[in-house]
């Protein structure tokens, strides 16, 4: 049951709150709680120069700041604590906190929790963002006002006081959003699951734990929505604890949705047919699937059908940048795991150039190779996994009997020179890393506007 906000308004009023990094997320919910009154002191790594004007904004509003490094050694004496998303609960520094009596939160937990409209969550490896965004467009193709928050769009909890009980709100959630949530979502979807943040996890069995708080604490009256083609979530069918929804691509789901001799039902009902839709791959199926199941009591299959015949993806999802001598390139820079860059290259009808590496993640590249080597002509490394996912291949290669020509190098710059030289007309070439991009680019987004860039220069 989730709570009115002004229960939060007389909570926070004058509490001395530490706010935990000054990024996108986190500046809207600084500015939202010095006007509900509390008194704000916001900690991050970055000095007072590289912050800018963002901190002569904060000064002006009466925002105290600690800065530099050593910053959190001073996270001390406050009475609530906001942290940011990557960081964890078990954190020294947030443990020492708690012990001083601290309530530790974030952001995205306070929204749920006072949130008074219906919320659809959306969690899993693969496929968040694009699902995300269709359930967001199908709710408003039928006319609900609708908001979309989490890992996309804006933060919400700021806005929270607009939003009324009528709205829908979409959110994507990540594991470490998802963490420690004591409060769950109407609708929660997970699209699937395969081992992934293992460098911020302990293991996959705290990565999955983390999703399954998408719907642990949902009622028996709340939705849950899961992929029957994945193992992982095709066996958390009997830990709901409400309704249960579920989406293949593979068989015939009468209560659910599914894909039959390339049409897209909804229980029984047709919605399109795959010939139809815009977006490449079977991967896009499922995601289509999935935002049905989730929107099926709110909607009509009119619009389902208008969204699902009409939409044309998301930036950095196998976005088509341009063509030059009859190659093909390709922006899927959201490919940030290998099974998402395997979902990427069965989206296309023959074998690509594929540009791949970055950060490591701590995950196995071996799937990448065994499921892949088929699909890839060449092959273009880069990053700090540039050598693992090289001795990956190599290895898959020695035990298949295949060759597939491998070059390293150092840049995405020189990347693209690569694939310009060895590409042949007809031919594709993706920027599809099977890794994030922390090594060299702040974000995927960065890393794929970048690519775009490169591509869209080249004469």
């Not at 010095?34 to 991050?44: E, R």
């Not at 009475?79 to 906190?97: C, G, I, W």
């Not at 990053?383 to 001795?391: A, P, Q, S």
């Not at 099977?434 to 987004?445: G, T």
Request: contains cysteine; neutral net charge.
């Amino acid at each position: 049951m989730r709570r009115e906000f002004g229960e939060f308004k007389e909570f926070i009023k004058e509490k001395k709150v530490a706010v935990v990094g000054i990024g996108v997320s986190n500046k809207p919910l600084i500015h939202f709680l010095v006007k509900l009154g509390a008194n704000v002191t916001a900690f991050d790594k970055k000095s007072k120069e590289e912050l800018g004007e963002t901190y002569d904004e904060l000064f002006s509003i009466g925002v105290n700041t600690v800065l530099g490094e050593g910053y959190l050694e001073k996270l001390t004496g406050f009475e609530v604590v906001f942290k940011t998303p990557s960081m964890r609960f078990d954190n020294p520094v947030l443990v020492r906190a708690k012990e001083e009596g601290a309530y530790i939160t974030s952001e995205m937990e306070e929204f749920i929790k006072y949130c008074p409209a219906k919320i659809f969550g959306v969690t899993g490896s693969d496929g968040k963002t694009t699902t995300t965004t269709l359930i967001y467009n199908i709710l408003k193709a039928e006319g609900h006002k609708a908001w979309v928050g989490g890992n996309i769009g804006t933060p919400l909890f700021s806005q929270i006081e607009n939003i009324g009980k009528q709205d829908r709100v979409v959110l994507e959630l990540s594991s470490f959003q998802l963490m420690k949530m004591k409060y769950s979502v109407d609708v929660a979807l997970v699209t699937n699951l395969s081992p992934n943040h293992l460098d911020m996890h302990r293991g996959m069995e705290e990565y999955v734990e983390a999703k399954k708080n998408i719907f642990k604490y949902q009622s028996e009256r709340d939705l849950l929505i899961l992929n029957r083609d994945n193992y992982i979530t095709n066996g958390m069918v009997s830990e709901a604890k409400g309704n249960v929804m579920q989406f293949s691509v593979k068989e015939i789901v009468e209560d659910g949705g599914y894909f039959k001799d390339g049409t897209l039902y909804i229980k029984g009902n047709a919605v399109c047919k795959r010939e139809e839709i815009k977006i490449l791959g079977m991967h896009n199926v499922e995601n289509l699937l999935a935002a049905f199941c989730a929107t099926y009591e709110d909607v009509s299959i009119e619009s389902m059908r208008k969204v699902a015949i009409t939409f044309t993806g998301v930036q950095h999802r196998t976005e088509f940048i341009r063509s030059i001598n009859g190659v093909k390139y390709y922006n899927d820079s959201i490919a940030s795991s290998p099974t998402r860059t395997l979902a990427g290259l069965k989206a296309f009808d023959k074998p690509v150039v594929l540009i791949a590496g970055g950060y490591d993640k701590n995950i196995p590249f071996e799937p990448l190779a065994e499921g892949g080597y088929s699909k890839i002509k060449a092959l273009i490394l880069l990053g700090v996994t540039k050598d693992k996912i090289k001795d990956a291949f190599h290895k898959v290669m020695k035990e298949k009997g295949v060759s597939i020509p491998i070059y390293v190098v150092n840049s995405l710059e020189e990347a693209a020179k690569k694939s310009r030289e060895i590409a042949e007309k007809e031919d594709v070439v993706t920027l599809s890393p099977a890794c994030a991009s922390f090594d060299m680019f702040p974000n995927f987004e960065v890393r794929g506007d970048k690519f775009k860039e490169i591509i869209n220069n080249m004469m």
